[in-house]
């Protein structure tokens, strides 16, 4: 089970912290990933982070304002968010990359946190 | 960087076939997968590694994936089958992960 906490309405400018608190299985060996949608748009990838936390990617959207970060003797994943943008605006989803056998399926997804960007 | 391309909306008849396609360069050579989603909640994988299917997916949902493009199949389409769906690929050397712009199924 994925579960995220910490959206908000914050404005722009502004600053978030999103957590993902796992349980059920081995979170230390996987690849975790934050997905977010925008309100009627389509799924939009912005981060993953390996295992051990050495390799961190970032869409070019959200590269230099958010950090992908993890612990694993919490089984949590983190995301902060800064310099918030109106378009920042969406459901950000905590995803299980299963990167075994070389698939790269998103096999396990959270229910989503909301994040509103406005004045 | 690299795109995946979808039809915006197919319709269908109750019982009928629906096909859905990604459309990328020789996205035969990667791993395709397929989630649906329906309205208000987090999407669903139901094909994955092309053609492969999650526990608990109807066999009625079947893959295929050759050349620059691949399809999402649903036979004898159930009105719960109306949702949006997305295909996906991993660009696993540089980690990220690619969306198609989804599909709106609509059955009619």
């Known amino acids: 089970e994925l579960v995220e906490s910490g959206g908000a309405l914050e404005q722009p400018g502004g600053s978030l912290r999103l957590s993902c608190l796992t349980s059920g299985f081995a979170f230390s060996i996987y690849t975790m990933s934050w997905v977010r949608q925008a309100p009627g748009k389509g799924l939009e990838w912005l981060a993953s982070?390996?295992?051990?936390?050495?390799?961190?990617f970032y869409a070019d959207s959200v590269r230099g304002r958010f950090t992908l970060s993890r612990d694993n003797a919490k089984d949590s994943l983190y995301l902060h968010l800064s310099s918030l943008r109106v378009e920042d605006t969406a459901v950000y989803y905590c995803?299980?990359?299963?990167?075994?056998?070389?698939?790269?399926?998103?096999?396990?997804w959270g229910p989503g946190t909301l994040v509103t960007v406005s004045s | 960087s690299y795109a995946l391309t979808q039809p915006p909306s197919v319709s269908v008849a109750p019982r009928q076939t629906a096909r859905i396609t990604c459309g990328g360069s020789d996205i035969g050579s990667k791993n395709v997968h397929w989630y649906q989603q329906k309205p208000g909640q987090a999407p669903v994988l139901v094909v994955y590694d092309d053609s492969a299917r999650p526990s608990g997916i109807p066999e009625r949902f079947s893959g295929s994936n050759s050349g620059n493009t691949a399809a999402l199949t649903i036979s004898r389409v159930e009105a719960g089958d109306e949702a949006d769906y997305y295909c996906?690929?991993?660009?696993?050397?540089?980690?990220?992960?690619?969306f198609g712009g989804g599909t709106k199924l609509t059955v009619l």
């Open positions: 995803v299980r990359l299963n990167h075994f056998h070389g698939s790269g399926k998103l096999d396990f």
């Open positions: 996906q690929v991993w660009q696993n050397n540089h980690d990220h992960v690619v």
């Open positions: 982070i390996n295992s051990n936390a050495d390799t961190i």
